[in-house]
């Protein structure tokens, strides 16, 4: 079969890198793909927020499956669309894909399902929300309510700061996604990810993977979209990750399914680990980035397969196989993010990376003149599998050490959490 994988990031090429193993697939297209994805599949311009676009190229390029990596086409309903048209495609419709588009969306969910979460309350002006806040306790947490390319959070360590980004978000600072606001209850604990795939009833969890997503080491400095990830995450225990399924994943899954609403896809949550248990901070409807990059090289069994189960609302697995063995990935970074940066500059060595047993995963990489160029914030993911976490930290920084890009950085210490955690890290 022919594939259509939407996206350019280092989640993309990681599930190009995976879809091209499989069997199934003859011909694998990356729209619109990254100079990594360029070395395994065509990799064809397109704007995925133009459904005419995504149509005619799955016409033309005779196209049976189609996989969207980012939330924002999502988002935008390419999913109704391409089934609309008889296409298959994996990735929820766009009335579930609000788990991730809307916080009061997903926070009323809880609510009926009785899903732990932070007490919110939701408002749409800002006299009433900061009559509310007076009410409550510092910190306190106010988010823009629809998608706001994960920066419309802010944690306010003080009243005055509290209604200084009630009124920023409601003079615009997030356009529409700050039309409406919702005001959390500030949670204290060790954060982590979960993901499971869906058809909508059944569920199948994916191995445990954590993210680091701050910029600098010690988990310093602000947030970007992830500077590497690890995976199994020790944080996760058997018996949280039961916790997580049987209060967070399963009451999701049904709850949306009852309200006619049923989610196909990959759900990704995160998560607060508190003293009071597993609290879900946010969904996602997508796979996780940097977290893909390392559960594609430890799963073992063929995901399109999975994904097309998925995609046909009726999974046939009832689990998948992984390798024992434990993932890191070292995301490289442009010098300046995850403010401003340039693009441009030349990365040498990815080879040479790759020759010890690493996978160089691109994210905003592009050809110039026969050179690999930077061409975005996050860069490259140097990803190795070890026997142990500390094994795989070994490999993926010789690897990184190995990579000649002094435009480039990237942190030093990625999985410091599970390698104190170690030897009990490799649990899943
Ligand atoms: P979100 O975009 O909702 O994931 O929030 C971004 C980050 O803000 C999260 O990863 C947490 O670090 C933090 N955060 C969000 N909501 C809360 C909360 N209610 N309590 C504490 N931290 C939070
Ligand atoms: N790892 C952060 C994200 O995918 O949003």
Known sequence: MNVLLIG?????????????????????????????????????????????????????EDIDFVVIGPEQPLIEGIVDRLEAEGILAFGPSQQAAQLEGSKSFTKELC?????????????????????YLATQAIPIVIKADGLAAGKGVVIAE??????????????????????????????????????????GDLILPLVTSQDHKR???????????????????????????AQTMAEIIEPTVSGLAKIGCPYKGVLYAGLMITNEGPKL???????????????????????????????????????????????????????????????????????????????????????????????????????????????AQRSAYEAVDAIDWPGGFCRRDIGWRALEREPASTAD
Request: hydrophobic fraction near 45%; include cysteine; glycine fraction near 12%.
């Open 158 to 199: 003080s009243l005055n700061q509290a209604e200084g980004a009630v009124d920023e978000m409601f003079a615009g600072r997030f356009g529409a996604a700050g039309a409406a606001i919702v005001i959390e209850e500030f949670m204290t604990g060790e954060e982590a990810s979960f993901f499971a795939l869906t058809d």
């Open 111 to 131: 609510t009926a399902n009785n899903i732990p979460t932070a007490a919110y309350a939701r408002f749409t002006d800002a006299a009433k929300a900061k009559a």
């Open 281 to 391: 901070i946010e969904y996602n409807a997508r796979f996780g980035d940097p977290e893909t990059q390392v559960l594609m090289p430890r799963l073992q069994s063929d995901l399109v397969p999975v994904l097309l189960d998925i995609a046909k609302g009726a999974l046939t697995t009832s689990a998948l196989q992984w390798k024992p063995e434990a993932a890191m990935t070292v995301v490289m970074a442009a010098n300046g993010y995850p403010g401003s940066y340039d693009k441009g500059s030349e990365i040498k060595g990815v080879q040479a990376a790759e020759s010890g047993g690493a996978i160089v995963f691109h994210a905003g990489t592009t050809m110039d003149g026969g050179k690999l160029v930077a061409n975005g914030g996050r860069v490259l993911n140097v990803t190795a599998l070890g026997s142990t976490i500390s094994a």
């Open 8 to 60: 350019s990031g280092g989640r993309e090429h990681a599930l190009a890198w995976k879809i091209k193993q499989s069997p199934l697939v003859d011909r694998l297209i990356c729209a619109p793909g990254n100079a990594g994805m360029a070395q395994i599949a065509v990799c064809t311009p397109l704007n995925a927020s133009d459904h005419d676009a995504v149509l005619a190229l799955v016409r033309a």
């Open 215 to 241: 910029v600098g080491d010690g988990d310093t400095g602000p947030n970007t979209g992830g500077m590497g990830a690890y995976s199994p995450a020790p944080v996760m225990t058997p018996a949280l990750i």
